[in-house]
């Protein structure tokens, strides 16, 4: 349970980082606004590591394969396109069309078993489901 309710926090912040990040955008630039975001969640990440159970940041040596180390990249790509996005469709066309393509790669993912996820046996009602919020896109934008 605790996991849902996570998630919906997680969904929230979203959607408000995206809108706050849309506004800094435009009175700063794009680039000054994603760099402006990673440092400050980097700074934030040292401030809560020392209150939390300090984890070996020599631990980063020994993670494989490397490119899961790519996270903050993509990080970066993931802030410039939601701004983007939120500018180009309005927040919530934006957050719609981000969130259903997330859970259709994170379902391709889970059923090919990418990046070393447990495979998944393929279901027609996932598929359904993925249809239903894609004819759901496209009610939305009308």
Known sequence: MWGFWVALASGALMSIQGVWNMGVTKQTGIWVCTGWVQLTAFFTCVVLWFFSGRDSIPALFTV????????????????????????????????????VTQIIVAWCIELFGLFGVEKVPFEWKKVIGAAIAIAGITIFRW
């Open 64 to 99: 494989r394969p490397l490119y899961l180390l790519a996270g903050g990249v993509i990080g970066t790509f993931i802030t410039y396109t939601v701004i983007k996005s939120m500018d180009g469709l309005g927040p919530a066309k934006a957050t719609l069309l981000i969130v």
